[in-house]
């Protein structure tokens, strides 16, 4: 990838996942621009191993590099002046899926805090837990259930992480919120909930 920031903490983020010992849902990862406001957007998902496909839990990341941040960025690097630490937005979505029967939206109360643990001076915040019922139109198939638990938050990115990609802040604080999105994958995957089998292709 290009030597940028943001492709920087992309990487960290992926080490911290594969640190982890979670595994990616290659089909769900994407990179786009957004061609009228100019962010870039990077989407990517990551479950337990082992799990089939789709997963029973799995978790879905997405990290924006809005223009903001990419016009502070670019005055830091050809002016060397740091007027404003640029960020990154995240959104993190746990979703626990292939559900045989519709779940209690409070079973996550107490494994999905209102605030995610700090990664650096932030945190992210729950915004919503969300019950989902998918009723198919061959009325033959079975009703699919899922619940999802969105947080988000910005990621300010100090000044010593846009030298020249040799800092190690963006590993250790990406390392904390790849730890903390395996435990919770782990603690979803271990509630007592009847699931629906894998898809066997």
Request: aromatic share 10%; no cysteine; hydrophobic share 40%.
């Amino acid at each position: 990838m290009l030597d940028h920031v943001f492709s920087d903490a992309i990487g960290a983020l992926r080490d911290a996942f594969t640190n982890a010992f979670l595994e990616r849902q290659a089909f769900d990862e994407h990179f786009q621009s957004d061609m009228l406001l100019g962010d870039l957007v990077w989407e990517t998902s990551y479950g337990l191993p082992g799990e089939g496909r789709p997963p029973r839990v799995v978790a879905h990341i997405t990290l924006t590099w809005p223009s903001w941040s990419q016009a502070n960025y670019r005055a830091w690097y050809t002016e060397e002046v740091f007027h404003e630490s640029p960020e990154i937005e995240m959104e993190i979505v746990f979703r626990v899926q292939r559900l045989a029967d519709q779940p209690d939206s409070s079973l996550v109360d107490e494994i999905a805090p209102l605030k995610s643990p700090k990664i650096s001076a932030s945190q992210l915040e729950r915004e919503s837990i969300t019950v989902e019922i998918t009723r198919p139109s061959q009325p033959a198939e079975h009703i699919d259930y899922a619940i999802e638990v969105t947080y988000s938050g910005d990621y300010e990115l100090a000044e010593e992480t846009l030298q020249d990609g040799t800092s190690k802040l963006l590993d250790e604080h990406f390392s904390t919120l790849g730890g903390w999105i395996a435990s919770t994958l782990v603690k979803l995957g271990d509630l007592q909930l009847v699931y629906l089998p894998a898809d066997e292709s």
